[in-house]
T-cell receptor, first 116, second 115 residues
Framework: KAGVTQTPRYLIKTRGQQVTLSCSPI?????VSWYQQTPGQGLQFLFE???????NKGNFPGRFSGRQFSNSRSEMNVSTLELGDSALYLC???????????????FGPGTRLTVT | AQKVTQAQTEISVVEKEDVTLDCVYE???????LFWYKQPPSGELVFLIR??????QNEISGRYSWNFQKSTSSFNFTITASQVVDSAVYFC????????????FGSGTRLQVQP
């Protein structure tokens, strides 16, 4: 079974631009979560989508948004990029049949975003 | 609010040594789940284990073992006879029932296994 895929793997953007990252979960998984990893703040939860609905959101500004499609694929968007948005963005998928908290989350390889 | 503490920033051992990675957590929920992930230099987080708050049995998987103690809010991870391929950053994480699938991660422990 194919794992979680994320595209693109690397991205360089300029301050003020916007960016869209894509995540394809493991086949059959309905939950997709996004995390930001930086050297200073570590791994932080951004948001989670389940059946095309945002179910949970971390403490990030409104410039960070996302969506999920009917095939469970997800995108996240960051508008008006700032230097501090430079990070590794990780996507995780979970089977989440009932929507509970305990299912294992499987991570993709991440998208490394550099903002100059 | 939940919190995960990994006090060991970096550990260096020589191959075949045993090593224990510490994890201490805080939560107000009575139902929660603990995880360990491995992040090799490639960057992808690799799932190692999940434990729910009602299951305090220790677990062994090959050279890996986990010790969960609710009394001390700890979920420690031991690698027996370490190998160079074990070199990575290891993260302990927590999710509460009420928090759905939002993982709270510790700051990670970088393990270097020298040949």
């Amino acid at each position: 079974k194919a794992g979680v895929t994320q595209t693109p793997r690397y991205l360089i953007k300029t301050r003020g631009q916007q960016v869209t990252l894509s995540c394809s979960p493991i086949s059959g998984h309905r939950s997709v979560s996004w995390y930001q990893q930086t050297p200073g703040q570590g791994l932080q939860f951004l948001f989670e989508y389940f059946s095309e609905t945002q179910r949970n959101k971390g403490n990030f500004p409104g410039r960070f948004s996302g969506r999920q499609f009917s095939n469970s694929r997800s995108e996240m968007n960051v508008s008006t990029l700032e230097l501090g948005d430079s990070a590794l963005y990780l996507c995780a998928s979970s089977l989440a049949v009932t929507g509970g908290a305990g299912g294992e989350q499987y991570f993709g390889p991440g998208t490394r975003l550099t903002v100059t | 609010a939940q919190k995960v503490t990994q006090a060991q920033t970096e550990i260096s051992v020589v191959e075949k040594e045993d090593v224990t990675l510490d994890c201490v957590y805080e939560t107000r929920d009575t139902t929660y789940y603990l995880f360990w992930y491995k992040q090799p230099p490639s960057g992808e987080l690799v799932f190692l284990i999940r434990r729910n708050s009602f299951d305090e049995q220790n677990e062994i998987s090959g050279r890996y073992s986990w010790n969960f103690q609710k009394s001390t809010s700890s979920f420690n991870f031991t690698i027996t006879a370490s190998q160079v391929v074990d070199s990575a950053v290891y993260f302990c994480a927590l999710t509460e029932r009420t928090g759905r699938r939002a993982l709270t991660f510790g700051s990670g422990t970088r393990l270097q296994v020298q040949p």
